[in-house]
Nanobody, 125 residues
């Protein structure tokens, strides 16, 4: 298993940006795919982006494509989510997740068995 800790959330005005980080411990970080999800109040958790073990392959949800960028630094055991041009509808708790059994990214929540505690992102209009 791995332990995941997110950071970097906060309050930002519409049009602003945040960089979220997720640091992993407990297993060789470069051996598995990672992803970001989010959950807004009263809504189901939704997929945002995922990245392969090497960072060479990335996938995005249509809702964030062109605005958000997922990346990873295996030397720092950290995956990032750069969020640009934020909108009020991006307000949610953002979670990172690990798929310990695959090196290549999925967009299915059920494939990710390890989760962080989440970090709150609030975008004001």
């Amino acid at each position: 298993q791995v332990q995941l800790v997110e950071s970097g959330g906060g309050l930002v005005q519409a049009g602003g940006f945040l960089r979220l980080s997720c640091t992993a411990s407990g297993r060789t970080f470069s051996s598995y795919a990672m992803a970001w999800f989010r959950q807004a109040p009263g809504k189901e958790r939704e997929y945002i982006a995922s990245i392969s073990w090497s960072g060479g392959t990335t996938l995005y949800a249509d809702s964030v494509k062109g605005r958000f960028t997922i990346s990873r630094d295996n030397a720092k055991n950290t995956v990032y989510l750069q969020t640009n041009t934020l909108k009020p509808e991006d307000t949610a708790v953002y979670y990172c997740a690990a798929d310990l059994y695959e090196r290549f990214p999925s967009n299915r929540q059920a494939d990710f068995g390890s989760w962080g505690q989440g970090t709150q992102v609030t975008v004001s209009s």
